[in-house]
């Protein structure tokens, strides 16, 4: 089946850094998404982007469908920005990568 | 704003006893799915509907079935709830014949089996 993963595992930032999250998937996806799971346990939707690039605030993401990666920028990171952060990908259903653990400090 | 609401928060039940948890959707969506997510394992998927009574099997349905009478309502059931489907439960909805399409997520449930 196809492999999701996400680099790095851990990410530990101050406020008002910048940081790049990294998906990658080992073969053709019909589409991809991006969640952040807060610490309470809720999957929040970032992203549904299967190709190109889109913008919400301080996130962004890029997919290159081609190539089989897809990448989650941060902003000007903050403490709520915590939690762990997941791409998954459509094939057959809904595969999940590993996350990335994402903890900001004041 | 799609909304996916779950019965329960926090669950703690017995072993042996019958549980159920429930999902209910807003958005008029084809298509619902129920997760667990352990720590080490990921979410995994446990059953899946894409219309009312209808159902399918996921990669980990032992142990679970599922009931969907109306559209916007998912059920999961622990027959005989054991300790090892202590977990953290995560209901979700999408639209589209496709199933490939966004999926929305509930705020889930912790189920603490004693």
């Known amino acids: 089946g196809i492999q999701v993963e996400q680099s790095p595992p851990d990410l530990i930032l101050q406020e008002g850094a910048n940081s790049t999250l990294r998906c990658n998937f080992s073969?053709?996806?019909?589409?991809l998404q991006w969640f952040h799971q807060n610490p309470w346990g809720q999957l929040i939707n970032l992203f549904y982007i299967p190709s190109g690039t889109k913008q919400n605030g301080r996130l962004s993401a890029t997919t290159v469908a081609t190539e089989r990666y897809s990448l989650l920028y941060i902003s000007s990171s903050q403490t709520t920005d915590s939690g762990v952060y997941f791409c998954?990908?459509?094939?057959?259903?809904?595969?999940f990568g590993t996350g990335t653990r994402l903890q900001v400090f004041p | 704003d799609v909304k996916v609401t779950q019965s329960s928060r926090y669950l703690v039940k017995r072993t042996g006893e019958k549980v159920f948890l429930e999902c209910v959707q807003d958005?008029?969506?084809?298509?619902m799915f129920w997760y667990r997510q352990d720590p080490g394992l990921g979410l995994r998927l446990i059953y899946f509907?894409?219309?009312?009574?209808?159902?399918e099997k996921g990669d980990i349905p032992e142990g679970y079935s599922v009931s969907r009478e109306k559209k916007e309502r998912f059920s999961l059931i622990l027959e005989s709830a054991s300790t090892n489907q202590t977990s953290m439960y995560l209901c979700?909805?999408?639209?589209?014949?496709?199933?490939?399409?966004?999926?929305?997520f509930g705020p889930g449930t912790r189920l603490t089996v004693t």
């Open positions: 998954a990908v459509y094939a057959d259903k809904l595969i």
């Open positions: 073969d053709s996806v019909n589409n």
């Open positions: 958005m008029d969506h084809e298509n």
């Open positions: 509907s894409y219309d009312v009574k209808m159902k």
């Open positions: 979700a909805s999408s639209s589209g014949l496709a199933r490939t399409y966004e999926q929305y």
